[in-house]
T-cell receptor, first 114, second 113 residues
C-alpha cells in the first residue's frame, strides 16, 4: 500500500534562509506525488506535482521538489523563505488504481522567524 | 480561490443530530472527493464520486453517507453525531480520477457539542 512519511513535524527557519521539508514515500509502483500547503483557517492549495516526467519539479511561490527513486524521497525546497510561507505543508501520494484517492502525510508546520 | 465551494463554513450541533454538508466542484470537474481533517487522525480520505457514481470508499463510518447529483454537486450526510466527529471536512474535485491533482474547497468546520 502507498504511504508517505514526513520526517519533521515542525521546521523553523529565519526569513531569507533556505527551506527544506522532507518526505519519504512507499509505493509498489511509480507514484504520483504532490505537495499541498494549508494556511491557517484556509483550504489546501496545490504547490506542485510529480507524475513521472522530469524529476525536478517546479511549483508556485518559488518552491520545488526533487523525486529521487533510489532514496524514495520527494523533499520540498525553497531557496529563500518569506514570512508568508508560514503554513502547514503536506506531502501526498496518489493511491494506485484509478480512484485518484490521495494519501496524506501527517504534515509539517513551517515557522518563519523575522 | 480554487473554484470549489462548500457550505456551510461552520456548523455547530449536538450529539445525536444529523447534518448535511454541501460541495460544488469546479466547473468541468466530474470527480468529487470528501476528506476529513482531525487533530488525531490527520487528513483522511472518506469517499469519491465520479459523474454521479461512487468510485472509492475510504475510512468512512456507516453513519456517514454521500451522493453526487446530476448537476455534479455533492452532499455528505453525517448522522447520529458523536463528539469525535468534530473535524474539518474538505471537498475536492478533479476533471477525472486519473487527472492527478485535486482542487480543494475551503472546508466545513463541524463542531459537535
Amino acid at each position: 500500500a502507498q504511504s508517505v512519511t514526513q520526517l519533521d513535524s515542525h521546521v523553523s527557519v529565519s526569513e531569507g534562509t533556505p527551506v527544506l521539508l522532507r518526505c519519504n514515500y512507499s509505493s509498489s509502483y511509480s507514484p504520483s506525488l504532490f505537495w499541498y500547503v494549508q494556511h491557517p483557517n484556509k483550504g489546501l492549495q496545490l504547490l506542485l506535482k510529480y507524475t513521472s516526467a522530469a524529476t525536478l519539479v517546479k511549483g508556485i511561490n518559488g518552491f520545488e521538489a526533487e523525486f529521487k527513486k533510489s532514496e524514495t524521497s520527494f523533499h520540498l525546497t525553497k531557496p529563500s523563505a518569506h514570512m508568508s510561507d508560514a503554513a502547514e505543508y503536506f506531502c501526498v501520494v496518489s493511491d494506485e488504481g484509478n480512484t485518484g484517492k490521495l494519501i496524506f502525510g501527517q504534515g509539517t508546520t513551517l515557522q518563519v522567524k523575522p | 480561490d480554487s473554484g470549489v465551494t462548500q457550505t456551510p463554513k461552520h456548523l455547530i450541533t449536538a450529539t445525536g443530530q444529523r447534518v448535511t454538508l454541501r460541495c460544488s466542484p469546479r466547473s468541468g470537474d466530474l470527480s468529487v472527493y470528501w476528506y476529513q481533517q482531525s487533530l488525531d487522525q490527520g487528513l483522511q480520505f472518506l469517499i469519491q464520486y465520479y459523474n454521479g457514481e461512487e468510485r472509492a470508499k475510504g475510512n468512512i463510518l456507516e453513519r456517514f453517507s454521500a451522493q453526487q447529483f446530476p448537476d455534479l454537486h455533492s452532499e455528505l450526510n453525517l448522522s447520529s453525531l458523536e463528539l469525535g466527529d468534530s473535524a474539518l471536512y474538505f471537498c475536492a474535485s478533479s476533471v477525472s480520477p486519473a487527472s492527478g491533482e485535486q482542487y480543494f474547497g475551503p472546508g466545513t468546520r463541524l463542531t459537535v457539542t
